[in-house]
């Protein structure tokens, strides 16, 4: 159904043709709508055409946009011209807002020189790239403000987004970074891919560990929580997610783990953590009956050097005693303090008599040094072993720990300063 024209005459071209198209058609001549086809009625809610025709276009138009859409108005009168799409703000008919995309042309009606509009409803467009536009200048005050770094990677590893909290972190701009893979900051490239195949395997890591090179050359230790990206077909495209510097975590966690695993005074192995490396060698040689051998040491009348020298110079005697062992065994060996001045050196997959000579070679040196307390003359000890090698039947370490603690009885007992075997 075609839509009344205010003047017939005025109109040049056949009304159907205007009516039948999809898009919303004015005419305007003189300021006034002469002609809406049935799409620009129904955009512009109006019920009948004397609603909108005969009325000028002021009653429709935003009045922060009406300079704008009258100067296209003069300068179509004026000039052949053509104007581009434009987007302006409208009043329909029922005064509800609309933001519209208008293309006009000039248009002569019987020697009056109008304007042919043509126009689609760009609201719901315009509303959505308000709402991306906020959205995205929210996800860039986000980035520009965390501490923890944004990062996007493509399939093939390539750096493809990282957020400026990068230079804070790594030292690098985050122009010098995007374009690069990924796996070249990772100062062991197999760490990168092996973040990627776990991503691959689950869709997902939380806190993962790993290590990056900043620009300095530092490694720093860094956690990972990302996430698998997919294409429309479903297939890898990346990933993308955050990573945090949490280098001085780590190294508090390591110095925890030191002191947990650590005697605070001679800085070898403490009790706890003695006996579970010898657990650990235990079972190897349950599996692969491979040769173990326990020493437990304990220095000869060390109650004496407290009790001369005092505590303080007791304590320093052991740090030296230690350090004095520790130059005889192999770096291979085990020694740990069970406590006082009880020792244990744990000799895995060692003959028994390589083992004596060891044992021997302590015996000797610690005998032939004069370990310097601060006093006027240094000081001279001695040390009992007390050793054992493993059997099949020995399955608890205590029963090796036994063994050995009979052996150093037993060395005590003969007159000290020297190994003495348990071998049952």
Known sequence: MSIKILDQSLI??????????PVSIIIVAQDKFVYANPAAMLLMQAKKPADLLGHSINEFLH???????????????????????????????????????????????NGTVGLLGAFMDMTERSALENRLRESEEHFQRMMNTMQDVF?????????????????????????????????????????R???????????????????????????IDISISSTIILDEE???????????????????????????ATDELTGISNRRTVLEQLNHAHKRFLRLH?????????????????????????????????????????????????GGEEFVVILDDTPQDKATQIGQRILQVVRATAFDLGMDEPVH???????????????????????????????KEQGRDQLCWYCP
């Open 290 to 338: 491979q040769s173990l051998i326990v020493f437990i040491l304990d220095l000869d009348f060390f109650k004496r050097i407290n009790d001369q020298f005092g505590h303080v110079a007791g304590d320093h005697l052991l740090k030296l005693f230690i350090m004095t062992v520790q130059q005889q065994i192999r770096e291979i060996d085990l020694l740990g303090r069970l």
């Open 381 to 411: 000890i001695s040390v009992s072993i007390g050793a054992t090698c493993a059997l099949t039947t020995d399955h608890s370490l205590t029963t090796l720990l036994e063994h050995a603690d009979k052996a150093l009885y037993t060395a």
């Open 63 to 109: 009045p922060l946009d009406q300079q704008r859409v009258l100067a296209r108005v003069r300068r179509a009168e004026r000039d052949q011209f053509t104007n581009p799409v434009s987007e302006y703000r409208i009043y329909t008919c029922q005064r509800e807002l609309l933001v519209v995309g208008m293309m006009s042309t000039t248009y002569t009606i």
């Open 193 to 219: 891919e092996h973040l990627k195949q776990t991503i691959l395997a689950q869709g997902f890591v939380r806190d993962f560990p790993g290590q990056m090179r900043r620009k300095d050359g530092n490694i």
């Open 234 to 260: 479903g297939k890898y495209a990346g990933v993308e997610g955050i990573w945090r510097d949490i280098t001085e975590r780590r190294n508090l966690e390591r110095e925890l783990e030191h002191r947990a």
């Open 151 to 191: 990062y996007r990677t493509d399939a093939a590893g390539i750096t493809r987004y990282v957020c400026p909290a990068v230079k804070h972190v790594l030292g690098y701009e985050a122009s010098e970074i995007i374009g690069k893979s990924a796996a070249e900051f990772y100062p062991n490239p197999a760490d």
């Open 12 to 21: 040049t071209a056949p009304p159907d043709i205007l009516d039948r198209l």
